[in-house]
């Protein structure tokens, strides 16, 4: 999206959601990127799949996505990975990718994906609210959904 002449105009824009129904089962992801104007739309499906999985995964398309290192504001309504990406990594990669518990972190492989798309950006990662009215989430919702019940 951004070329090397807009690096100072402003970060890019990303709302992210992802869901199965039932969980696990078929699941969608969505990634919705904005940057001067300009919208993107990102979504993908899985046949077998989990909630938290489809929100990894919507977050670690859309930063795969940008081709330059930019400043990026990502959206997100899952608190796993809010929580998961300005929290716990820290600790899970200091423990060789384990939890608390000492079990295996669920998902690493999605986990390290995000950790490496998000290495060329400054990142500020917000929780919204789900289903609270915020019209670019609701969005992201409605391109998750479709990309699931397309697997159909």
Do not use: F
């Amino acid at each position: 999206m951004p070329s090397d002449s807009d690096a100072a105009s402003g970060p890019v824009e990303i709302w992210t959601d992802g869901g199965c129904k039932p969980n696990p089962g078929p699941g969608g992801w969505a990634a919705i990127l904005r940057y001067k104007g300009v919208e993107r739309e990102l979504s993908g499906a899985e046949a077998a799949t989990t909630n938290n999985r489809m929100e990894l995964t919507a977050a670690a398309m859309a930063l795969e996505s940008l081709k330059r290192p930019c400043a990026v504001v990502l959206n997100t309504d899952s608190e796993y990975l809010k929580n998961g990406i300005t929290r716990w990594h820290t600790g899970w990669v200091r423990k060789n990718w384990r939890t608390s518990g000492g079990d295996p972190v669920a998902n690493m492989d999605l986990w390290r994906r995000i950790l490496d798309a998000a290495k060329p950006h400054q990142i500020d990662w917000r929780w919204v609210r789900g289903h609270s009215g915020d019209v670019m989430n609701e969005r992201a919702d409605v391109l998750a959904t479709a990309a699931r019940e397309g697997l159909k």
